[in-house]
């Protein structure tokens, strides 16, 4: 009897209704933004926007009702998919489709919709690494040093040919994306700590290394950079130490966007009251500073307090689930939503270098908007199906 109790409670209120109404509160400022923008873009981003905020519902009740069970079983075809598509974009096939942006081989344009590869990978990614550590696990119970040492062979094997494929776009952005989620699902691996410690000294010193090295030698890694096709992003690091540096590029869409942020003040100029023309990708990249001038500290402040609601109702999620793979795939999403906000907000105030990414479900974007509500729709999925019981966890 108590057996069917717990069984049958295990169903019970498994909707997580706080998730839904922040991912809703999210879209409305979202649209609302684009719209007041509507009259400085000359576009109708903002009715675009709704179109992909359905389209991903729709896709999200589908994906509610999948049991990620069933995904894990594909996660290779899916992880092969999204390789094959980074793949065709380096040889830019097929002609015509394969589509070049801000010199950047990252789109696929269909006409009626442009695909970015980079972005779907992300969620691929963390489904297909959150399945080879599970079956590593399998394969190996007994704790080891080397076992952990060839589960982190493993994830490198897997990780490397869409972050090469990515840098080589070239995509600085979504590269450094995919590193924040392979990191995060490496610290939840189950990996000794004693390794992790090693792996992070590593990349301190090489991180240190390369930054003495900048300040050193600015002109012979620049060189390097430009000869090797990493122009962007010298330019881009260039920008973020001396903004003043130059008035064209980075540096010019920086001093706009800082511009535009500070006059905002305590509680901003009001419905589009926009006094800071011409910033570059303000529907996109930049579209926080459309929220700061207009709604100023306040507005911008209320904004950074619904993702960081958001961040923590995954994390619940996370901590909640009984199975590794609902675990494992939740750390892949805090990483991934946690960088991106981190890092475009960063980048918008000259905290962090800019890097090009959009800002999660409030900048304008199909490939972009789908991508986190995919995602969110993974996070129903595993707090919908994960079994909670009325005598305690076990």
Sequence with gaps: MIQSMQESSSHVKKIDYMLIFIVILLGIVSVFTLYTLMPYLGENYYFRQITWYIGG???????????????????????????????????????????????????????????????????????????????????????????????????ALLSLPPM?????????????????IVLCMILVSGIQWKVLLTLCITAVVAIG???????????????????????????????????????????????????????????????SELEVPGIPERQTDMVFSAIAEQFGFIGSSLLILLFFMLIYRLIQIGLQSTDPFGSLVMAGM??????????????????????????????????????????IGLALNIYYRTKTYMFGSD
Excluded at 164 to 180: E, K, M, W, Y
Excluded at 341 to 357: A, D, E, H, K, R
């Design 57 to 155: 519902a729709i896709m999200i009740g589908v994906i509610m009702f999948i049991d990620y069970d069933r995904i894990l079983q594909i996660s290779w075809f899916i992880y092969g998919f999204g390789v094959l598509l980074l793949v065709m974009l380096y040889f830019h096939f097929p002609p015509g489709i394969a589509h070049n942006a801000n010199n950047a081989w990252s789109w696929f344009d269909f006409g009626f919709f442009m695909l970015q590869p980079a972005e779907i990978m992300k969620v691929f990614l963390i489904i297909h690494l959150a399945h080879i550590v599970i079956a590593h696990k399998e394969k190996f119970e007994q704790a080891s040093v080397l076992r952990d040492l060839w589960l982190l062979v493993k994830i």
């Design 334 to 375: 805090i990483g991934m939503f946690t960088y991106q906000i981190f890092q475009n907000v960063g980048m918008s105030i000259n905290l962090l270098p800019i890097t090009g990414l959009p800002l999660p479900f409030i900048s304008y974007g199909g490939s972009s908007t789908l991508t986190y509500l995919l995602a």
């Design 209 to 271: 290394a390369f930054v003495f090295l900048y300040i050193s030698f600015p002109e012979e890694i620049g060189q390097f950079a430009d000869d090797y096709g990493f122009d962007h992003v010298e330019s881009r690091f260039s920008a973020w130490l001396d903004p003043d540096s130059n008035t064209q590029g980075d540096s010019y869409q920086l001093n706009l966007t800082m511009r535009a942020i500070g006059s905002g003040q305590l509680s901003g100029k009001g419905l």
């Design 164 to 180: 090469i494929l990515i840098a080589l776009q070239p995509d600085l952005g979504s590269f450094l994306v995919l590193v924040a």
